[in-house]
């Protein structure tokens, strides 16, 4: 059961271009949005992430649009770049009993044509 | 100064070996992982530890044993190894508090294949 859904599984975007890459998610109790970038022959790396009290966060190119009520939040990258071609991961975070745990979505696979 | 770091980087080994991947960190975390990443990228969260403590232990295979000698290290010993343990696995640390959610800083990987 995939309780983060990622979609689409591979997106090509052309320079310039906005990418955007959508998940949803049921668990009401989930309280951190993050997205992480991996970039070939790579561990993760947190791209940027948010809190379900504000409904848009950006950080440069990268921003993040939530919608608490439709239970969705989804990583828009403006002007995209060809340094951009990665790996993205969407993740949720809740509370598990005296510990965290993290659900990750399924990840798209980004190209930004030249 | 690396931060997350994993020895071996590629591990190639035949069918039925025992083998070991080691990670350790030096950012002062209390929380360490193990995950698997198959072909398809998709990440499995394996094990947890916290504080030398066992906090999430997904459904592996008992072939797959972490140890945690402090909270700086944990590694992954893996028992009769098997065509699909081939993957990358990935350490990866962090604070961890129920409260709050924290960043987690991954090692570079061990792209393992098994013949």
């Known amino acids: 059961q995939q309780q983060v859904k990622q979609s689409p599984q591979s997106l090509i975007v052309q320079k310039g271009g906005i990418s955007i890459i959508n998940c949803a998610y049921e668990?009401?109790?989930?309280?951190?949005f993050p997205w992480y970038q991996q970039f070939p022959g790579k561990g993760p790396a947190l791209l940027i992430a948010?809190?379900?009290d504000v409904s848009e966060k950006k950080e440069g190119r990268f921003t993040i649009s939530f919608n608490k009520s439709a239970k969705q939040f989804s990583l828009h990258i403006m002007d995209s770049q060809p340094g951009d071609s990665a790996t993205y991961f969407c993740?949720?975070?809740?509370?598990?009993?005296?510990?965290?745990?993290?659900?990750w979505g399924l990840g798209t696979s980004l190209a930004v044509n030249p | 100064d690396t931060a997350v770091s994993q020895t071996p980087k590629y591990l190639v080994t035949q069918m039925g070996n025992d083998k070991s991947i080691k990670c350790e960190q030096n950012?002062?975390?209390?929380?360490m992982y193990w995950y698997k990443q198959d072909s398809k990228k998709f990440l499995k969260i394996m094990f947890s530890?916290?504080?030398?403590?066992?906090?999430i232990n997904e459904t592996v295979p008992n072939r797959f044993s972490p140890k945690s000698p402090d909270k700086a290290h944990l590694n992954l010993h893996i028992n009769s190894l098997e065509l699909g343990d081939s993957a990358v696995y990935f350490c990866?640390?962090?604070?961890?508090?129920?409260?709050?959610?924290?960043?987690?800083?991954f090692g570079p990987g061990t792209r393992l294949t098994v013949t």
């Open positions: 990866a640390s962090s604070f961890e508090s129920r409260l709050v959610a924290y960043e987690q800083y």
């Open positions: 950012l002062g975390h209390d929380t």
């Open positions: 530890y916290n504080n030398k403590e066992l906090i």
């Open positions: 668990n009401t109790a989930f309280d951190y």
């Open positions: 948010i809190r379900p």
């Open positions: 993740a949720a975070s809740t509370q598990a009993g005296n510990n965290r745990k993290l659900i």
